[in-house]
């Protein structure tokens, strides 16, 4: 498969569409990114990398951070993880706090923004350092130990951060959140301000292509049934209310955060990270998921 060519082409064919979309601008930092920004690539099992823009960079990855820390919870405490919190697609925006009240408190899925609260907590309570742990966690995914936080941009999301405090005092209030509610969101604004490029996160997401083993270590993080629960929330809730959209056009598994990117993945094939910062309407990079749309047509390889 001739990659390369492909994700060029598919840059010229990005070029002649109209920009559409807005930054994620009630987080002030995030309105400070420049909207022009473009980048792809592609990280295959055989170690090759394929990619166009700004593929160096590294952005707020925001929402995609979720998926490290449900890995992380995951492997700490297997399938009790889902007395907490639940695997369904939510049908509701990220933010939703209608269906969490009439739910008593159990969020559908990790990857809405109370199911990662609830994940936030439960690390809170297996690490003794959690903020540590955590970046040094994504560190080793993606073989980069320069990775790190950025704390305006984790300033900027607490000091806006009304709808998260609602979602975690109602989860409180049903006995679902055990630590101090500024402890949690304090970690889980972090986790969402990590910096990361597209070049460093298609690496970090190996890991799911690979069915739960480490590349190159060879160390195996997850065990195979763990991994394909892994890869099929992804498919299922990576997408907030636009899973279906993305299922239907693109056909791969993966998580998009308001930062503007995009992780997706082919089991045993390879894991592609796009980066655009203008965002549709449902918080999803615009040309994000037009380029990866065109990349399954293109390449017609898709787990459909």
């Given at each position: 498969?001739?990659?390369?060519?492909?994700?060029?082409?598919?840059?010229?064919?990005?070029?002649?569409?109209?920009?559409?979309?807005?930054?994620?601008?009630?987080?002030?930092?995030?309105?400070?990114?420049?909207?022009?920004?473009?980048?792809?690539?592609?990280?295959?099992?055989?170690?090759?990398?394929y990619?166009?823009?700004?593929?160096?960079?590294?952005?707020?990855?925001?929402?995609?951070?979720?998926?490290?820390?449900?890995?992380?919870?995951?492997?700490?405490?297997?399938?009790?993880?889902?007395?907490?919190?639940?695997?369904?697609?939510?049908?509701?925006?990220?933010?939703?706090?209608v269906?969490?009240e009439?739910?008593?408190?159990?969020?559908?899925?990790?990857?809405?923004?109370?199911?990662?609260?609830?994940?936030?907590?439960?690390?809170?309570d297996?690490?003794?350092?959690?903020?540590?742990?955590?970046?040094?966690?994504?560190?080793?995914?993606?073989?980069?130990?320069?990775?790190?936080?950025?704390?305006?941009?984790?300033?900027?999301?607490?000091?806006?951060?009304?709808?998260?405090?609602?979602?975690i005092?109602?989860?409180?209030?049903?006995?679902?959140?055990?630590?101090?509610?500024?402890?949690?969101?304090?970690f889980?604004?972090?986790?969402?301000?990590?910096?990361?490029?597209?070049?460093?996160?298609?690496?970090?997401?190996?890991?799911?292509?690979?069915?739960?083993?480490?590349?190159?270590?060879?160390?195996?993080?997850?065990?195979?049934?763990?991994?394909?629960?892994?890869?099929?929330?992804?498919?299922?809730?990576?997408?907030?209310?636009?899973?279906?959209?993305?299922?239907?056009?693109?056909?791969?598994?993966?998580?998009?955060?308001?930062?503007?990117?995009?992780?997706?993945?082919?089991?045993?094939?390879?894991?592609?990270?796009?980066?655009?910062?203008?965002?549709?309407?449902?918080?999803?990079?615009?040309?994000?998921?037009?380029?990866?749309?065109?990349?399954?047509?293109?390449?017609?390889?898709?787990?459909?």
């Amino acid at each position: 498969m001739d990659y390369q060519s492909i994700i060029t082409e598919i840059a010229g064919e990005l070029e002649q569409i109209p920009k559409q979309g807005e930054l994620a601008v009630y987080i002030p930092e995030l309105a400070k990114v420049d909207p022009n920004k473009f980048a792809l690539n592609i990280h295959t099992i055989e170690y090759q990398d394929y990619n166009f823009g700004d593929v160096d960079d590294r952005f707020s990855i925001q929402s995609i951070s979720k998926v490290f820390a449900l890995t992380k919870a995951y492997m700490i405490h297997g399938s009790d993880l889902w007395k907490r919190v639940g695997v369904e697609p939510s049908g509701n925006p990220f933010n939703s706090l209608v269906q969490l009240e009439y739910e008593n408190g159990i969020p559908r899925n990790p990857f809405i923004n109370a199911g990662a609260l609830v994940i936030a907590d439960i690390l809170c309570d297996s690490l003794e350092h959690p903020k540590e742990d955590m970046i040094s966690f994504v560190r080793k995914l993606s073989g980069n130990n320069s990775i790190n936080y950025n704390i305006k941009v984790a300033e900027s999301e607490k000091n806006m951060g009304y709808n998260n405090a609602a979602q975690i005092n109602l989860m409180k209030s049903f006995g679902n959140i055990n630590n101090d509610i500024e402890y949690v969101l304090d970690f889980y604004y972090h986790l969402c301000s990590i910096e990361m490029s597209v070049k460093e996160l298609s690496k970090s997401f190996m890991l799911y292509v690979n069915h739960g083993v480490l590349m190159p270590e060879n160390e195996r993080l997850l065990n195979y049934s763990r991994s394909k629960r892994m890869n099929a929330l992804m498919q299922t809730c990576g997408f907030y209310d636009e899973a279906g959209q993305f299922s239907f056009k693109v056909g791969l598994p993966g998580k998009s955060g308001v930062g503007g990117g995009i992780v997706a993945i082919y089991p045993e094939k390879y894991s592609v990270a796009v980066w655009s910062p203008l965002l549709n309407k449902k918080g999803n990079s615009f040309l994000g998921m037009k380029a990866l749309e065109m990349l399954t047509t293109k390449t017609r390889l898709s787990i459909f």
